[in-house]
T-cell receptor, first 116, second 113 residues
Framework: GDSVTQTEGQVTVSESKSLIINCTYSATSIGYPNLFWYVRYPGEGLQLLLKVITAGQKGSSRGFEATYNKEATSFHLQKASVQESDSAVYYC?????????????FGIGTLLSVKP | DMKVTQMPRYLIKRMGENVLLECGQD?????MYWYRQDPGLGLQLIYISYDVDSNSEGDIPKGYRVSRKKREHFSLILDSAKTNQTSVYFC????????????FGKGTRLTVV
């Protein structure tokens, strides 16, 4: 079936340094995967950070970027310079319409801690 | 204000008790979802509802049932809760089922002792 694997556990980065959270996916060929990054700030629900529905395209939001790489089956999240306010849990997700039906398949989440 | 509201936010129940988790949304979304998240796992889909009285099982429906009598409300029911149902439960909604943003509630932390 379809699945998502992302950087496990916690990532700690100093403020103003760069960030990458790895995400790879497995999707059955009959579907057409859409890829997402969700973020959960402390005390809040998950909210959409960015999405990309076309292979080869890049999504961006709040300084974060992710490129849908179909050849590498990857969708890594990057930011050039993190801020303390970026501390949150980040989830990579896949929706494979036509294969997994109408649902989001999530990675386990990566806790980002930004040190001042 | 677009939001999904979950009640209660924290709940402690004894094994064998019945549990009701409530979810509401103010966006007139057709589709609603219940997920749970456990340590080391991604969110797992329990049930999906396409509209009033139109519900389908997700990946882990065993031990749960749902009720949707109004478009804006979606309830998750645990009849005779078990300790392995201790988890964080997320409700979500979306306008449709494809290529639409999914909005999540803040979650309910349920502990079954």
């Amino acid at each position: 079936g379809d699945s998502v694997t992302q950087t496990e556990g916690q990532v700690t980065v100093s403020e103003s340094k760069s960030l990458i959270i790895n995400c790879t996916y497995s999707a059955t060929s009959i579907g057409y995967p859409n890829l997402f990054w969700y973020v959960r700030y402390p005390g809040e629900g998950l909210q959409l950070l960015l999405k990309v529905i076309t292979a080869g395209q890049k999504g961006s939001s709040r300084g974060f970027e992710a490129t849908y790489n179909k050849e590498a089956t990857s969708f890594h999240l990057q930011k050039a310079s993190v801020q303390e306010s970026d501390s949150a849990v980040y989830y990579c997700a896949l929706a494979n319409y036509g294969s997994s039906g109408n649902k989001l398949i999530f990675g386990i989440g990566t806790l980002l801690s930004v040190k001042p | 204000d677009m939001k999904v509201t979950q009640m209660p936010r924290y709940l402690i129940k004894r094994m064998g008790e019945n549990v009701l988790l409530e979810c509401g949304q103010d966006m007139s979304h057709e589709t609603m979802y219940w997920y749970r998240q456990d340590p080391g796992l991604g969110l797992q889909l329990i049930y999906i509802s396409y509209d009033v009285d139109s519900n389908s099982e997700g990946d882990i429906p065993k031990g749960y049932r749902v009720s949707r009598k109004k478009r804006e409300h979606f309830s998750l029911i645990l009849d005779s809760a078990k300790t392995n149902q201790t988890s964080v439960y997320f409700c979500a909604s979306s306008l449709g089922t494809q290529n639409t943003e999914v909005f999540f509630g803040k979650g309910t932390r349920l502990t079954v002792v």
